[in-house]
């Protein structure tokens, strides 16, 4: 492996932290609150910290990066942003303790947004938009920025391109992997402008809007809100959070495409019409379940089901109800999207609708198979044969993901949590979504699980961001075989 590099890159991704805890600092001078001290001492320590680093490394002139560097720099990078995002919280006091800051900041960056923090309202303003900020940059992946900059450092980008966009196959939107970083970066940006643009319009502050089109488009789910989107009751930010949350949880390529004017084949993406019809299945069931039970007025049973439905499937963690409230049917399909996740090449976490989906027709083939053993089948993607290779890599993290998902649950059960916060913890952590029942519900947060509990749940969310293969395979003995 090449460690200078590696080294070198992972100090450029630091400098870019560095770099985006300016415009905290900026705001936390506007008004005049206190964590000013705190970003600016942040920004002093990471900047000499990597500008060390890159001296250090300056003289090793060997550039190639390899499978096994893309996935060390990933893996290394995430842990060392969020130790890094660890600073404003400690230093301004607002999270004291380290193990509860280092949660809050990978919770961030891994787009999680699940937290400690009690009391979220009253806090200064750098901090909040900093929370948010740290997921709007690792959302679309700090690694996928500094693929547009890689040519200039003299570094090739594809392996860590492969490494960090969560998709089962690669789609390449332009020749040169750079230019694909750029393209999905500004299209990221265009649609974070323009929630915020529609949230102001709809009545809120431009400090709340920016900070919430910072957790949505990444589906983070952070807000500045005890209540989170429940705080304003209205139903045009609903309305608006949905759509962006949707957006968000659809792959980015077909975004390319419908600008690019390609609305045919965007029609015909079979993902992407399981996706919808699974949210409208499950918004549809939800509403008739809680409509009577729990709500007098179908409208207003129709917009919770569907803000939710949307906001746990595309792992985003909004929350506009306390569905802890709703019958235990609409619990357990609130459950079951917290495994299904978003598509493919989206910022959702989760399983992903296209493993979910090639999982389905690989099974049906086998049964197909046995009935007729002698019979020659394929799976399909539309009217494209999927290699087997890829089928082999979806069993491979759909077990993984389900193993990970039961151990991480026994640990969390052993150390004290009741059976149902254990399950949902796990499940909320693993698939990058935020909020989960019991101990960690709607109205609650993670602050009263345990420092133990806390640390295998960090462990969690790192899995579910870098869709548990780049992690695992550092953690192997061939790993770090020449």
């Known amino acids: ?40 001492y942040s920004i002093l ?17 060997d550039n190639h990066l390899n499978h096994k560097d893309g996935a060390l720099i990933v893996t290394i990078g995430w ?48 901090i909040l938009l900093w929370r948010s900020m740290t997921q709007w940059m690792g959302g679309m992946g700090i690694i996928v920025l500094s693929i547009a900059i890689l040519p200039y450092l003299g570094i090739g980008g594809m392996q860590l391109y492969k490494a960090e966009i969560p998709s089962p196959i690669v789609d390449k939107l332009k020749p040169r992997i750079s230019e694909t970083a750029k393209v999905l970066w500004k299209i990221y940006l265009f649609f974070t402008l323009f929630e915020a643009a529609l949230l102001i319009f709809a009545g809120m502050t431009v400090f709340d809007a920016f900070c919430h089109a910072f957790s949505t488009m ?35 390529s077909l975004h390319y495409k419908l600008i690019k004017g390609n609305i045919k084949n965007v029609g015909k993406d079979l993902e992407l019409k399981l996706f919808l ?11 008739l379940n809680i409509y009577g039970q729990i709500y007098t007025s179908f409208s207003r049973a129709l917009r919770d089901a569907l803000f939710q439905v949307t906001s746990l499937i595309t792992t985003t963690g909004f929350i506009s109800a306390d569905y802890e409230k709703w019958p ?13 996740g978003g598509m493919a090449g989206s910022t959702g976490g989760g399983i992903k609708i296209i493993r ?34 890829v089928l082999r890599s979806i069993w491979g ?64 969310m790192l899995l579910g961001r870098l869709e548990i293969y780049t992690v695992i395979i550092t953690l192997t003995p061939e790993f770090w075989r020449k």
């Open 277 to 287: 019809v699974i949210v409208l299945v499950f918004t549809l069931i939800i509403t």
């Open 397 to 460: 993290f759909f077990i993984l993901y389900i193993l990970l998902f039961f151990i991480a649950s026994l640990l969390m059960a052993f150390i004290g949590l009741d059976l149902v916060s254990a399950f949902s913890a796990v499940a909320s952590c693993l698939g990058n979504i935020g909020p989960g029942l019991g101990l960690v519900g709607p109205v609650s947060n993670f602050h009263d699980v345990p420092v133990a509990g806390k640390w295998i749940l960090v462990f969690c």
């Open 79 to 126: 842990i060392m942003a969020a130790l890094a995002g660890t600073l404003p919280y400690l230093l301004s006091g607002v999270i004291p303790d380290f193990s509860n800051a280092y949660f809050e900041s990978i919770s961030g960056f891994t787009t999680t947004g699940s937290s400690i923090l009690n009391q979220i309202e009253g806090m200064p303003h750098g």
């Open 328 to 340: 235990a049917l609409s619990q357990m399909i609130l459950l079951l999207c917290m495994f299904l």
């Open 45 to 61: 320590i990471i900047s000499l910290a990597s500008l060390f680093l890159i001296l250090l490394t300056r003289k090793d002139r």
């Open 218 to 252: 990444p589906t983070g789910g952070f807000s500045t809100k005890n209540a989170s989107l429940a705080h304003y009751d209205s139903a045009l930010m609903d309305g608006i959070t949905i759509v962006f949350m949707l957006i968000a949880g659809i792959n980015f």
């Open 356 to 389: 979910i989906m090639l999982l389905v027709k690989h099974g049906y083939n086998e049964i197909f198979h046995v009935i007729h053993p002698h019979a020659v089948t394929v799976v399909k993607l539309g009217k494209t044969v999927v290699p087997q290779d």
């Open 1 to 40: 492996m090449h460690y200078p590099v590696i080294i070198r890159l992972i100090a450029f991704l630091l400098l870019f932290l560095a770099g985006g805890m300016i415009l905290p600092l900026l705001v936390s001078i506007y008004y005049g609150d206190a964590s000013t001290k705190a970003f600016f």
